[in-house]
């Protein structure tokens, strides 16, 4: 059976963080947090292929990707009807974005 492409990612960035870490002679003890850092941060839906695309977005683009996603629950909650657009927007914002 074939790997999903975001397995596929997975372990190519934790291959290039091995060589990474290899090359600059980091510490057993750390290579091992880290390892498990980006196993947890996948484990728990935290890392993919759509979060590398907000990353390099600009963040005028990431605003208003957080405004489209985080719309259609935010405009149902009745305390954000009246707010301004700039409140609106930092709550967007502050939400994690599931793509």
């Given at each position: 059976?074939?790997?999903?492409?975001?397995?596929?990612?997975?372990?190519?960035?934790?291959?290039?963080?091995?060589?990474?870490?290899?090359?600059?002679?980091?510490?057993?003890?750390?290579?091992?947090?880290?390892?498990?850092?980006?196993?947890?941060?996948?484990?728990?839906g935290m890392?993919?292929?759509?979060?590398d695309l907000?990353?390099?977005?600009?963040?005028?683009?990431?605003?208003?990707?957080?405004?489209?996603?985080?719309?259609?629950?935010?405009?149902?909650?009745?305390?954000?009807?009246?707010?301004?657009?700039?409140?609106?927007?930092?709550?967007?914002?502050?939400?994690?974005l599931k793509?």
């Open positions: 059976a074939s790997m999903n492409e975001s397995t596929t990612a997975f372990y190519k960035r934790i291959d290039n963080l091995n060589h990474f870490m290899r090359d600059k002679n980091f510490p057993q003890p750390l290579q091992v947090r880290l390892r498990d850092y980006f196993r947890f941060q996948r484990s728990h890392a993919d292929d759509r979060h907000l990353v390099m977005m600009s963040s005028q683009l990431r605003t208003e990707v957080a405004d489209h996603v985080h719309a259609k629950w935010i405009n149902q909650v009745s305390f954000f009807q009246d707010c301004p657009q700039d409140f609106y927007t930092e709550v967007a914002m502050s939400l994690k793509l």
